[in-house]
Every structure is written in C-alpha cells, then in structure tokens.
C-alpha cells in the first residue's frame, strides 16, 4: 500500500478524565477513523515527562489525547476542524496541531516511551491488557481510580482510546513485602472492571498463563469446559502450551460433570 498522501496530528490537554473519554466518544460518533487516537492520564503524563522525550506538558491535567488523521490532502483540513470542535466542546484547556514534522515526531517519541517511562516514577510495573466500549471509558477509568486507593497503588493509564484498548499499568515496589501480590490483585480487579461493561480480558496481549483464571469474567465452567474439549481434540496430550489459556480445575460443580485433565508425558 501507498503511504498517505498527508497526514496532522493533534495534542488536546483535559483538566478532566470524563471530558477526554467523551470528546473520544465524539469524534467516533461524528464519522471519522482517526490513524491514532490515544490518551495518556495524570500518572502516565508524569512518567513520560520525567523520562528521555519531555515535550512540556502540563502536569496538573487529568488527561491528554494525542490524535492523528492521514488520508488525502484536500479532505485533511476539514477532519482537523471538526476534531478540534469537538475538543473544545468538551471544555479542552488547550489544543494545538503540529506545525512541523519535527514537533510530531517529538510528541510521538514522547507517547511511545510511554510503558518504559514508568521506571522514572516506579520501580516495577505490572502492565494489563483490556478492551471496552468506548461508551464506558468514563465509567471504567472511574474504577480503575478506585482500585487504585483501594490497593494503596498508582495505576497510570496509557492506551488506545480509539478502539477502547486499555492498558493500566499497576505501579509497585517488588522489594516490599506484599506488594507484589497487591499489584496482581489489582490487576485483575481492572480486568473484572472492563468484563463488567461487556468488554474483554485482552486486547493485544493474549491470555497465557497470567490471565487464564480471569477467562471466567467473560466465560462460564461451560463454555471454558466446551472450548478446552475442543482444544483436546487437536492436543490429546496437552503437550502444545500446556497449562495455558484456560483454567484447570479437576471438576467444575456448576457443570455438574467431572472434566478429566489430559497429563503430561
């Protein structure tokens, strides 16, 4: 495929989470597919300005959104109005387009150290993987607050706003006795949170090991018991990433039939 002919980016700065999600639920609405549309919250913008790409943002704004259309030059012009309408519907603090390929690359430098930048402000991260109906970005990153104070942990939220890909990442110190297991905990609350609004566990990242008990916020012991006959068929003897994807209870009650596991060799 040919590159596109043109491309502008966009920087909106939010005093509020709730006007940010909202103007993402707008431009969505209004027609357009942005190329990228990503947001950044407080904890997020601080660990990126404290680490190798600073670009000056403001440090008190509860949310950014970083916006890029490409397409055909002459219909450029026309998305970027209508973007900007929309961000100051939204009660936006500050929006400004990039005036050079230069400043651009500097903002997109700036998001892409982003999951890495979390070192400047944390020692550890645990870092998740799930997806939502943007209609319900204001309400699940309500909660992901308060799984936060609930854990006693910073979680930074940097994702793809424009598909409702999120990922927060849970901000802990390994070293502490406890905290670990807090930020595991906390993880998977955020995971619950994005299945309670009808999304999913993983976006990008796959299940794995690491959220195969979590597969039970958007499946029942039925439907898991019908996806791992299936898996059986084709991997009798569990030898193609055993232990993997799914949970392995020897029985599940509700079911009420006994599922035999297969062994390892």
Sequence with gaps: ???PEAKQTVLAYFDRVEDASQA??????????????????QTAIEGVEAAAFPVGHPKDIEALLLIEVDGISAGIPEQIEE?????RNRNVREVKVAQTEEERARWWANRKTGFGAMGAISPDYL??????PRSKLPEVLKNIQEISKKYGLRIANIFH?????????VLFDASKPGETEKALAAGSECLRACAAVGGSITGEHGVG????????????????LAQTDIRDVFNPKNLLNAGKLFPTPGRCVEVKREKKQPQLL
């Design 24 to 41: 993402v639920s707008d431009i969505i609405a209004a027609g357009m597919v942005p190329a990228a549309l990503e947001m950044m919250d």
């Design 209 to 224: 090991i690491e959220k195969k008990e979590e597969m039970r916020f958007i499946f029942n012991d039925e439907e898991i």
């Design 83 to 87: 973007i900007l309408r929309i961000c």
């Design 161 to 169: 706003a424009g598909d409702g890909n999120l990922h927060p990442l």
């Design 127 to 132: 870092v998740q993987d799930g997806v939502i």
């Design 1 to 3: 495929l040919k590159n």
